[in-house]
């Protein structure tokens, strides 16, 4: 019996020194039921509520000082039965938070902006509309504030006691500190997920009769490069908040209130921000902000979007005809074994009349010719090999860093940006890149225009053996087509650069220059829309061109040119051209017959003919 008494009267005092240390944070003792955490309860309406609070995550929240009486201050009685809404905006946190404006605290200003604000409950609204409208704990969990990490407290708070000697000023640094670089203590990917959850509800939508483009706000904001970057973790490119709230971060209004941050009159003011495009004029308000691809918004990006697209199907469509024709061709008339290595010239079955010119007498010579895997004829300059480099490695490198955020949802785009070191290091490298792949742009125009000069100065200058497209070039595809369909016994007499390699030329040309446009476009907008003509027609569209012009360009060169250099029969494994600008005898011949006429005209090469003539006791069948 006393064993039992004793642990009755150890019970009791335990009991009331959790009691004691309840009330040192917690004077009205709340927590010694609303600990529990199976405390529930049935509303007036039928709904089961939980009642339970996790204290230690209370006391560190910014209410943890507060009382509950001082937010829920109907509470008379326990139990409690029907408690009021708690009002954020009556006067509340006592006396101590005189310290910093000498009076008693309170959210009524916060509170009265907010009502005026789109998201506030107006006297008109319908009840469906206003049960949907957001109250302050719909954005306002009461979540912990952690300080920014370019705010040093420590430093900082030795200052402020020199003065402010109130008790709780530390707790009141705290709660301001996170405001100090941005509107809002939320991350910008969650500000967004935020406002998504009605923006983007289809049910919502109907329910407030949202129209377009206001619909699809939210699709069309995650298809800019604003929402990719923060994607991947970036966090100095703008959300939602960042254009549609004013100075107040409560004070979101329509698009058509003259008081908008949005409206047509402000927008370029929003715009200037310190965090944003300081400088900026008034015409960057007519950049879209929300790259809608539906006609009723906006025509020429719909437009852009079906051109680029076609381009895309069309180019794929032709480019991938050609390599399946051009390959079962050459494997089938034996123009080359698969493997360049293993290949050896066949036997010319025919002897040659040593009478007049050699040259050209041989139908398909290539097949007939030694040559030296790694070149045997001189094709570029060491400029245009330098130049080539150049672009292959940028080219890579902008693949890398720059495609992961046009497929943004994927997986894989995300461990890239990853191993590169995170989005910010991703965008840096991606900026030297580009400025990189521009000034190589620029060396290589010197470099034509002086290697033209120069040629016409001397009298050597030759336009067929130049990039520039001629007729002639539109009748050899037209014999090379009808030689892989097997109309034609040999390939037409090229010049030094055929067909493909100037449309593909002509394309590199396009697709540098939509590139460089667009991508100034996106890095310095205040400028590029004050020079661009048509800046509320084009700038869109050339913002939009550069991920899609990335993807066609990554595709063709992958695919054909790649295809057609290294991979093809007789080109594979690899051709040296690039490295050694010099071309094996085999491939100039084929391809290139007029220049390899050229120069054995020159005295740069053999004559391959007479090569031939030479041997023909030994090599005739």
């Known amino acids: 019996m006393r064993i039992f008494k004793g642990i009755i009267t150890l019970a009791a005092i335990l009991l009331c020194l959790s009691a004691g240390v309840s009330l040192a944070g917690d004077p009205e003792n709340c927590l010694l039921c609303h600990k529990y955490q199976r405390l529930r309860g049935y509303t007036p309406d039928g709904t089961l509520r939980n009642y339970y609070v996790d204290g230690q995550l209370y006391r560190d929240s910014i209410h943890g000082k507060l009382s509950c009486i001082e937010c829920h201050s109907d509470i008379e009685k326990i139990p409690h039965g029907i408690i009021e809404k708690v009002d954020c905006a009556k006067v509340c946190h006592l006396d101590r938070w005189k310290a910093m404006s000498g009076t008693d605290f309170s959210h009524k200003d916060v509170a009265d902006t907010f009502k005026k604000s789109i998201h506030g409950i107006k006297p008109d609204d319908k009840p469906e509309i206003a049960a949907l409208k957001p109250d302050c704990k719909y954005c306002h969990l009461n979540d912990l504030y952690s300080l920014p990490q370019d705010v040093p407290p420590e430093k900082i708070m030795k200052r402020c006691l020199n003065c402010h000697k109130e008790k709780g000023i530390e707790q009141i640094f705290v709660h301001m500190s996170h405001r100090m670089r941005q509107k809002t203590s939320r991350p910008p990917l969650e500000v967004v997920s935020l406002c998504a959850s009605c923006h983007a509800d289809k049910d919502f939508q109907n329910i407030v009769g949202m129209e377009e483009p206001v619909a699809e ?21 703008a959300h939602c908040i960042s254009c549609h709230a004013n100075e107040s971060i409560h004070n979101i ?15 370029y003011q929003t715009c200037q921000t310190e965090n944003c495009h300081p400088g900026a004029g008034k015409m960057i308000a007519s950049v ?8 009723e918004k906006g025509p020429e990006i719909h437009l852009a979007e079906i051109i680029m697209q076609g381009l895309m199907f069309f180019t794929l469509f032709i480019l991938f005809t050609l390599m399946g024709m051009e390959t079962y061709r050459r494997i089938k008339n034996r123009d080359a074994r698969f493997f360049r290595w293993l290949r050896k010239p066949q036997k010319l079955q025919h002897p040659l009349q040593p009478t007049g010119s050699l ?11 030694n040559f030296t895997p790694k070149g045997d004829m001189p094709r570029y300059s060491l400029h245009i090999i330098i130049n080539h480099s150049l672009v292959a490695i940028t080219f890579i490198v902008a693949v890398v860093t720059g495609l992961p955020l046009f497929f943004h949802n994927s997986e894989l785009s995300h461990k890239f940006i990853n191993l590169l070191g995170g989005i910010n290091i991703t965008r840096m490298i991606h900026r030297v890149n580009a400025a990189i ?9 010197l470099v034509i225009i002086a290697g033209t000069l120069k040629r016409m100065y001397s009298g050597t200058f030759d336009i067929r053996r130049t990039q520039f497209p001629l007729w002639k070039d539109l009748k050899d595809f037209y014999t090379d087509f009808r030689y892989f369909l097997g109309f034609e016994k040999s390939r037409p007499k090229m010049e030094k650069f055929m067909y493909k390699q100037k449309l593909h030329y002509l394309a590199m040309v396009w697709g540098c220059s939509v590139l460089t446009l667009s991508g100034c476009c ?13 800046a509320k027609v084009s700038f869109n569209v050339l913002r939009l061109m550069h991920g899609e012009e990335s993807v066609l360009a990554f595709l063709v060169i992958a695919l054909w040119h790649l295809y057609n250099v290294h991979i093809a029969p007789g080109r594979f494994p690899l051709q040296w051209t690039f490295w050694t600008g010099r071309i094996a005898k085999d491939h100039q011949i084929e ?12 005295g740069v090469a053999e004559c391959e003919e007479e090569k031939l003539l030479k041997g023909e006791s030994t090599d005739v069948r």
């Not at 706000?217 to 490119?237: N, P, W």
């Not at 879209?288 to 006609?295: F, P």
């Not at 050209?360 to 290539?366: A, K, M, T």
């Open 217 to 237: 706000a939210v699709s069309t904001y995650k298809e800019t490069v604003h929402y990719r970057i923060l994607q991947f973790g970036g966090t100095d490119t």
């Open 591 to 602: 391809e290139h017959f007029l220049e390899y006429e050229r120069q054995v005209k020159e």
């Open 253 to 267: 209004r329509p698009g058509t209130d003259p008081q908008s941050s949005v409206n047509p009159e402000n927008r």
């Open 288 to 295: 879209d902000s929300h790259l809608s691809k539906k006609k």
């Open 359 to 369: 040259l050209g007498q041989v139908p398909n010579l290539h097949r007939y010719v």
């Open 437 to 445: 792949f521009t000034m190589n742009c620029a060396y290589h125009v």
């Open 522 to 534: 996106l890095l310095f907008p205040e400028f590029m829309v004050k020079y661009v003509p048509f």
